[in-house]
């Protein structure tokens, strides 16, 4: 049973495999190890593992109430067999059989897997390493370059060639192509045209039955030049001398279109040939870096995503591995890559069935590798085909306007009465789920930035009338469970609304909108979120200070942030000079502003940057004052999360604060896709904002879709990989000079318009997921310039028709008006008689903000560590928590005694006196070993900051520990006092911390609190 579900949005695809996967299991007895089920998301695969577990165990259930014995008996077979059973991603099915394989591979059976940031930053190094050393010693090289950017300043692919080369791998990986042999696949200078073929032109002229004078003078300059020249490149030249212009008008047109392409393809090979050394040099820089990143991957025993589809699919074909699985079933099949697709042809043997499940109209992918054809390749060698489009997510009015709407948009012929989504989905009387806000007349002539900002607005403004609002601007059904009637008991909040950027040109405008309107929002998805934040932006600019002198503007920009909080006229005054402003001045007056740049610099060699960031934000309070700003909650969030990010990233001997600084300032020019933090508690009333890519696979009851009306990007790719008509590997490239003429290589330009028409094509696939992820409403709004682009000219037919419009002067002035009451103008002895009705108002409360640590009491039995010590018994206990905080963040592993010398001077402990210590803190570790064997997660040094009635007290966990059902707490103290007293010297700071951790971790269910005391005599455990 081979078989492809050609599954629409919407239409139940995950609930159609995992009922297969029932099937095969229960009904034709297959071994859940006999079924290869792949996906392309590490949670679109947890999903299927879930649903599969969940439907197993419901078939069981259901069986045993039947009594039927039998199919109890397979379900729960099945089910022990389900946790070995291969369903995954397709990386993780390949890193399996690498495993299994890993000798013929030739790789070592412990390799590694390198991602993400690591393979980045690895290819980065290498590429810039080598763009410097060619510069220096290869002059073609350094030709090839004087036309193109050099260095990247974020724009992606195409825009430099520091990160064009990068992607060109990868792109060449997703193939099934290696670049290690770059050169050999650049194609030759070669004679495009021949004489021959412009003679033909002239007996195609000489046929048509009128020549006009415009053919007539172009057909007598093209016959002067062949009887002046003997070949192509020639009479080219000399066509151009005489001045021969286009004469295509009527029938002649498709021969002056010929002539003119011939043309300029003669004029392209001369060009090409006169840059072909420099185009090689290109290939060899890009052939040596490939080379190099296989050299130091195989020396770091790594591989990375690209190399793990290679290489499996290199074993299932030659045979190697032989894998006997009775049925492969691949989801998402649309988002496959050529060497993907190569990987389940091997794996589709004679005695295996494929299964394939997709929507090709949600391809979306292809800037990551997924190449748009695989799914149609492989479901044309499979017979049996299901449709699915009976939509069981969105109203029938959506779904009425997206079929008319994507009709036009793709055409008949890939958008058929067939592929029409039908609703499943009872909502009788419903009015219009789809709207277009619409830009008043008066905007028509305004500059673009005010149509932007009046747009936001406009969107900010929906969004309020649909919570705050009365019926008028709300669907009569919202979805609760089930579609109910919308009215007080099942209102709209917030928390309901997804707003879907494109592109996130225009974000930072929205966010202005909603705030103004005192709308929550929160940033989801993998959009650039956490290190576009200003809170990531601050703690970037503190290290860049303390650990580059020179940085100039992270200096003024560290003195005007919340950390020091200087005016611009300070500035200013500290900056002047006769000669005006002077940074110069600056940076030699500004220490008599604040002296933290210099006190933390003196730290950089003995603590870590996370360490030196929250020592100042415990100074400055600067975590106080983000709670109290917009989104809060959200800040504060983000700054925990920033702080994981600081500590992940300097591990390592080697690593050094200014190192750290680098690569966070480098994720802020680039913002790589990190969503901010998600905050604790999942209920949160907030508009979430995210682009559509990120929303594949989502479903929201109101979708927004700003800013559909846009201009179509460039294409400044100058190089691309790709096979050519006759099946060979081919690097293409165009090179630009200085003067900005360009040359390109053979079949460059063909493979540059075929690669443009997946873009496009793309660009409506994603047009298509963006309107289909709602359940009640869809909003959509632009601001247009002259001419209708993007998607607005596809909806345009349809808007005043299937979708009202509705203007932003409707929307700002039912926003302005009170929404439910009658409203009464007051007089004044109605101000006055309800004046003298309030209470008196109560006494403000004083807020006192203080450190966790002033709630203990001071104990009686102090700790000693040698009589000459002079090291006092904070400062030691001090440093006892900070090598307990390292070796927590290494699973309790570590050379204790190389800590203890590390961080000693910082604490102002001599050496002798913290050596006493490494007996105790290994008890201590060996106790904490055992004690945290069986949670979930640890997560030492856990700060904290707490409203409690009139203090604001922050502090710092030592040990926040997540079990299976809540939290447990754990607090060093190093001292030798008794059991009783240190129970009442401490015991109101834990409680308080356990008040911390529940507003961390509200749904816990259990939560202990326990006080680990570290004395000569060992280390023991004290519940409070």
Known sequence: MNLVYNASAGTGKTYQVVNLYEELVLEKGIDPRKILLMTFTDNAAAELRRRVSNQLLQARHRAESADDGQLAEQAITAMAHLPSAPIGTIHAYCTRLLREHALEAGLSPGFSVLTGDDREDLLDQISHNELLTRLETDANFKTFCSGAHLIGSGGGFGSSITETVPHLISQASSLGISLEQAEEMLPPPAPIATRIEFELIVQRIQALPK???????????????????????????????????????????????????????????????????????????????????????????????????????????????????????????????????????????????????????????????????????????????????????????????????????????????????????????????????????????????????????????????????????????????????????????????LILLRRTTHQSTLEQALRHAGIPYTLGGKGRGLFARQETRDVSLFLNVITNPADAYSLIGFLRSPWIGLSDETLAELAWSEEGFSIENLMNNYSKKTDVVERYRTGLRLKLASELVRMLIDETGFDALQAGLPRGTQRLANLRKVLDWLREHERGAQTTPATVARKLAKQIKNPPQVAEAALLDPAQNAVTIMTVHGSKGLTQRVVVLPDISFNAQANTQFTQVFIDEEERSTLGIRITAPDKTKAESPGFKAANKRASCIRDHELKNLFYVAMTRARDLVITSASPGKKSAGWLKYMEPLIGKEIPAIPYSVLAEAAKSPQTGTHILPTAGRLTAALETLPAPPTPPTLQRMPATKLAQELTGEMHTSPSSRATTSAIGSLGHAVLEQVALNGWCGDIRAWLERLCHGFGVEMSAAVALEIRIEKARALMQTVTSDMLEIHPEMPFVLHDDNRLIDGTIDLLCRTNDGFSIFDYKFTEATDAAVIEAYSEQLNLYRKAARKMLPKSKTQTATLVVISAKGARVVVI
């Open 211 to 497: 020549i006009t004078p415009a053919v007539g003078a172009a057909l007598a300059l093209i016959q002067q030049g062949l009887q002046e020249t003997d070949e192509a490149e020639a009479l080219v030249s000399r066509l151009n001398e005489l001045g021969i212009k286009k004469f295509g008008r009527g029938g002649a047109k498709e021969i002056s279109d010929d002539f003119w392409a011939l043309k300029e393809a003669v004029e392209d090979g001369v060009a090409y040939r006169a840059r072909f050394p420099a185009a090689q040099a290109f290939a060899r820089y890009v052939q040596a870096v490939a080379q190099q990143f296989q050299q130091r991957k195989h020396a770091m025993d790594t591989v990375d995503f690209d190399d793990q589809l290679q290489m499996a699919a290199n074993l299932l074909t030659t045979g190697i591995a032989q894998p006997e699985f009775d049925y492969v079933i691949v989801d998402e099949v649309q988002d496959t890559s050529r060497v993907q697709y190569q990987l389940i042809r091997a794996l589709w043997r004679n005695e295996t069935y494929l299964i394939i499940c997709g929507d090709k109209k949600q391809s979306i992918y292809t800037w990551r590798g997924a190449d748009p054809r695989v799914m149609p390749d492989l479901a044309a060698d499979i017979l049996e085909k299901k449709t699915l489009k009976t939509s069981y997510r969105s109203k029938e009015p959506i779904l009425d306007v997206v079929n008319a709407l994507f009709a036009s948009v793709y055409g008949k012929e890939d958008y058929s009465e067939n592929e029409n989504l039908q609703s499943n989905i009872e909502t009788v009387g419903e009015k219009a789920c789809v709207e277009f806000l619409a830009p008043d007349e008066a905007l028509a002539d305004e500059p673009k930035q005010e149509k932007v900002a009046a747009e936001m607005e406009a969107v900010a403004n929906r969004i309020h009338l649909l919570v705050n609002a009365s019926s008028e601007w709300q669907p009569h059904f919202r979805y609760s469970g089930t579609f109910r009637p919308t009215d007080t008991t099942n209102r709209y909040r917030y928390s309901d609304v």
